[in-house]
């Protein structure tokens, strides 16, 4: 969606802190714009990541998905950049959602510092990767 797009509906978006251990999991809406932490996924298997994340986008029902990129400090991308855009393209194809990514180059270091948040970090992290997303794209309701 172009930047200042004005929005005729309601959209829920979730999205993700892809991480190969855990992945943090963030629900919100373009009338609230704010990110509400769902949960970490850490499961054994990508099999079983992919079920647990089925059942939330049948509970959540999002419009669109969003990906955090890690890049280093530059803005350019490095080994995690690939498999996150490689989860993103995965998350298209089994759930035929759109999919954007966003910067997330200071989510989780923003978050460490914060002992309250060690338990969910990922979940906080995606949290702010989406308010981060809703900034980037300017909704208009």
């Keep these: 969606m172009p930047k200042g797009t004005k929005v005729d509906k309601d959209f829920t978006i979730m999205a993700f802190d892809y991480g190969t251990r855990r992945i943090g999991v963030a629900v919100g809406n373009t009338v609230t714009k704010l990110g509400q932490p769902l949960k970490s ?50 998350l298209h194809g089994r759930f035929h959602l759109p999919v954007e990514w966003v910067d997330e180059r200071y989510t989780s270091a923003v978050l460490e510092g914060n002992p309250d948040m060690r338990d969910n970090l990922d979940a906080e992290s995606a949290a702010l990767i989406l308010e981060q997303y809703f900034l980037e794209k300017n909704w208009i309701n």
């Design 41 to 90: 996924i850490a499961e054994s298997s990508s099999d079983a990541s992919f079920k647990a994340i089925e059942d939330l986008l049948k509970e959540w029902q999002p419009n669109r998905l969003v990906v955090g990129l890690p890049c280093h400090p530059d803005g350019t991308e490095h080994e995690m950049s690939a498999k996150a855009h490689r989860f993103g393209n995965q």
